[in-house]
């Protein structure tokens, strides 16, 4: 275990302490910031695949700080299927960014500045990923 992916886990593990699921509160960020990606999600009726959305990104984020296993790889392809959902390269990187910030409005001041320095690292790297693909 790194240093980095004690601190992703132990932030995830308080949000879920302090916060409960924070599904609706990212979507809802996100659909404030990106309207016209709500559109997209039309056969998703009853959140299912929003909520499996927002999983499979943050067990990409654990494996990335760890042992990335298969996140690279993960993030990669469906970064290329997104393509054809219609959501913009640059949009799709931000999933990460935008589910971050909303996890620290959750938190308040218990999202500490190393859970901030952490979650700003991986986001550069899934940046990269995501720009190569
Ligand atoms: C703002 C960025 C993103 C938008 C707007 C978006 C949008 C969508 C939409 C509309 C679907 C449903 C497609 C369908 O009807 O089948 C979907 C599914 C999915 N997305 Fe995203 N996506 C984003 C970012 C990401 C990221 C960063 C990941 C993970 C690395 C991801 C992983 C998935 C997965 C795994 C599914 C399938 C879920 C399931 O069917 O159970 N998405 N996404």
């Not at 924070?22 to 990606?37: G, I, K, W």
Request: glycine share 6%.
């Amino acid at each position: 275990m790194t240093a980095e992916s004690l601190l992703i886990e132990e932030s995830l593990e308080r949000l879920v302490e302090r916060a409960g699921d924070p599904t609706p509160a990212v979507y809802a960020r996100l659909f404030a910031r990106f309207p016209d990606m709500e559109a997209l999600f039309v056969r998703d009726r009853d959140g299912a695949i929003r909520g499996e959305m927002l999983t499979k990104t943050l067990e990409c984020a654990l494996d990335l700080a760890g042992p990335n296993a298969y996140a690279a790889n993960f993030i990669a392809c469906e970064a290329v299927n997104h393509d054809g959902v219609g959501v913009p390269r640059e949009i799709f990187a931000t999933f990460f960014e935008v589910s971050v910030e909303t996890f620290a409005e959750l938190m308040g001041p218990e999202w500490t500045p190393a859970y901030a320095q952490a979650w700003a690292g991986l986001i550069a790297r899934i940046a990269e990923i995501t720009a190569a693909a």
